[in-house]
């Protein structure tokens, strides 16, 4: 069975420091990852989107893709209180769109 | 900007009730899927959609039912409410282009609770 695993957190940083998620999956058929984040009550949105091997940066976001090592990051730079944040990995398997998302971890940024 | 707009964010159905959630986007989407999210269990897929008429069960299609009479509507049909179907309901789509950009936006979500 196809699956994406995460750490549940919660993940705790300082206001100012670098954040680091992480994500593997199973199915090395995987073509595209995407990083969503969910605030309490909300619904995801998303914030990258990776689907070469190597680092893909938007802003203080950076992905990074490693498919030998079936191995999906998020770093957050310089992260803020406005992070704290649960941040679903997602994998996609197929051309048909359909997601396969891990259970999400939750980031606490501390002023 | 993609929109993908959901009838009710809150609702509150009694056991029993025949409960229709609607979902709709202005993007010209092909894909339109389904999920609930609970606490502990993440995003679980009910149903999805790649054409009008046409639909696939998810993960948990028990006790739900889909229809997709036009292409930029997705309704979820609970047949009979059930406490167990108390949840948050999210409906997403994607443009269906096969690209490995293709990306699935969501609405905001029915937080549904069932008496």
């Known amino acids: 069975q196809k699956e994406v695993e995460q750490n549940s957190g919660p993940l705790s940083v300082p206001e100012g420091a670098i954040a680091s998620l992480n994500c593997t999956y199973s199915?090395?058929?995987?073509?595209?990852f995407f990083w969503y984040r969910q605030y309490s009550g909300k619904s995801p949105e998303l914030i990258m989107s990776i689907y070469s091997n190597g680092d893909k940066e938007d802003g203080r976001f950076t992905a990074q893709l490693n498919k030998a090592s079936q191995y999906v990051s998020l770093l957050i730079r310089d992260s803020q209180p406005s992070d704290s944040a649960t941040y679903l990995c997602?994998?996609?398997?197929?051309?048909?769109?359909?997601?396969?998302f891990g259970q999400g971890t939750e980031l606490s940024v501390k002023p | 900007d993609v929109k993908v707009t959901q009838s009710s964010r809150y609702l509150v159905k009694r056991t029993g009730e025949k409960v229709f959630l609607e979902c709709v986007q202005d993007m010209d989407h092909e894909n339109m899927f389904w999920y609930r999210q609970d606490p502990g269990l993440g995003l679980r897929l009910i149903y999805f959609s790649y054409d009008v008429k046409m639909k696939e069960k998810g993960d948990i299609p028990e006790g739900y039912s889909v229809s997709r009479e036009k292409k930029e509507r997705f309704s979820l049909i609970l047949e009979s409410a059930s406490t167990n179907q108390t949840s948050m309901y999210l409906c997403a789509s994607t443009k269906g282009s096969g690209r490995a950009s293709d990306t699935q936006y969501f609405g905001p979500g029915t937080r549904l609770t069932v008496l």
């Open positions: 997602a994998a996609r398997y197929n051309q048909g769109g359909k997601l396969i």
């Open positions: 199915d090395r058929g995987s073509q595209s």
